[in-house]
T-cell receptor, first 116, second 112 residues
Framework: NAGVTQTPKFRVLKTGQSMTLLCAQD?????MYWYRQDPGMGLRLIHY???????AKGEVPDGYNVSRLKKQNFLLGLESAAPSQTSVYFC???????????????FGPGTRLTVT | GQQVMQIPQYQHVQEGEDFTTYCNSS?????IQWYKQRPGGHPVFLIQ?????EVKKQKRLTFQFGEAKKNSSLHITATQTTDVGTYFC????????????FGQGTTLQVKP
C-alpha cells in the first residue's frame, strides 16, 4: 500500500494563478482532511470530508475549495493564489470503517507551495 | 473556538537528559493524540489517550491524559538523537468527523 500520496511535491505560483493539489489514499478511509502548516502555527485544518461527495469547512477555509468525487481522492483548489497562501500543505485520512473505531490520522508527504 | 496550547515551543537538551512537553485545551476533550514530525517530514501518529487520568508508555516515552481531560503531557526519558523532531498534541471533541485541533508543537533538539 502506498498510504497517502500528494501531488505535486513542490510548486511556485504567481499571485492570481490557480492550481489544484491532489491527495490520494489507498486505505479505504472514510475521512480525509487538508491542513496547512506554517512556522509556529502548528497544523490548521482547511477543509475536510467525512465521505464521498461530502465536504465541510475547517478553521481556515477562505481562499480554498475542495472536492471529494471519489472516496480515495480529495482535491484542494486555490482559485486565485495570494502570498499569504505560501505554506506546506498536508493531506491526511482516517477512520477505516471496516476495521473498527480509530481516528488516528495518516498524513501524506506534503506539498510545499510558494506564491510570489 | 476551541484552542489547544502547547509549551514549550522549543527545547534544546543534551543527549541523555529528559524532555517534557505540555498540552492544554480550553475545553474538555474526548481524546487526545500525539504525533511526531521529523525535520522535512510529515506528522506520524504516536498514540491516542481516551480515558481520564490515562497513562501509556512506549519504551522511553510516557504519555499522560489529565483527570479533567483538558491537559496532556509527553515525557521522554534519556533523550537520544533519534528523538529530534517536532511533537504535536491534537485534541478531539466528541464528534463523528474525526476532526483534530493541533497544538503549535514543541521542537526538540538533542545535542550529542
Amino acid at each position: 500500500n502506498a498510504g497517502v500520496t500528494q501531488t505535486p511535491k513542490f510548486r511556485v505560483l504567481k499571485t492570481g494563478q490557480s492550481m489544484t493539489l491532489l491527495c490520494a489514499q489507498d486505505m479505504n478511509h472514510e475521512y480525509m482532511y487538508w491542513y496547512r502548516q506554517d512556522p509556529g502555527m502548528g497544523l490548521r485544518l482547511i477543509h475536510y470530508s467525512v465521505g464521498e461527495g461530502t465536504t465541510a469547512k475547517g478553521e481556515v477555509p477562505d481562499g480554498y475549495n475542495v472536492s471529494r468525487l471519489k472516496k480515495q481522492n480529495f482535491l484542494l483548489g486555490l482559485e486565485s493564489a495570494a502570498p499569504s497562501q505560501t505554506s506546506v500543505y498536508f493531506c491526511a485520512s482516517s477512520y477505516p470503517r471496516d476495521r473498527g473505531f480509530s481516528y488516528e490520522q495518516y498524513f501524506g508527504p506534503g506539498t510545499r507551495l510558494t506564491v510570489t | 473556538g476551541q484552542q489547544v496550547m502547547q509549551i514549550p515551543q522549543y527545547q534544546h537538551v543534551q543527549e541523555g537528559e529528559d524532555f517534557t512537553t505540555y498540552c492544554n485545551s480550553s475545553t474538555t476533550l474526548s481524546n487526545i493524540q500525539w504525533y511526531k514530525q521529523r525535520p522535512g517530514g510529515h506528522p506520524v501518529f504516536l498514540i491516542q489517550l481516551v480515558k481520564s487520568g490515562e497513562v501509556k508508555k512506549q519504551k522511553r516515552l510516557t504519555f499522560q491524559f489529565g483527570e479533567a481531560k483538558k491537559n496532556s503531557s509527553l515525557h521522554i526519558t534519556a533523550t537520544q538523537t533519534t528523538d529530534v523532531g517536532t511533537y504535536f498534541c491534537a485534541g478531539s471533541r466528541a464528534s463523528n468527523t474525526g476532526k483534530l485541533i493541533f497544538g503549535q508543537g514543541t521542537t526538540l533538539q538533542v545535542k550529542p
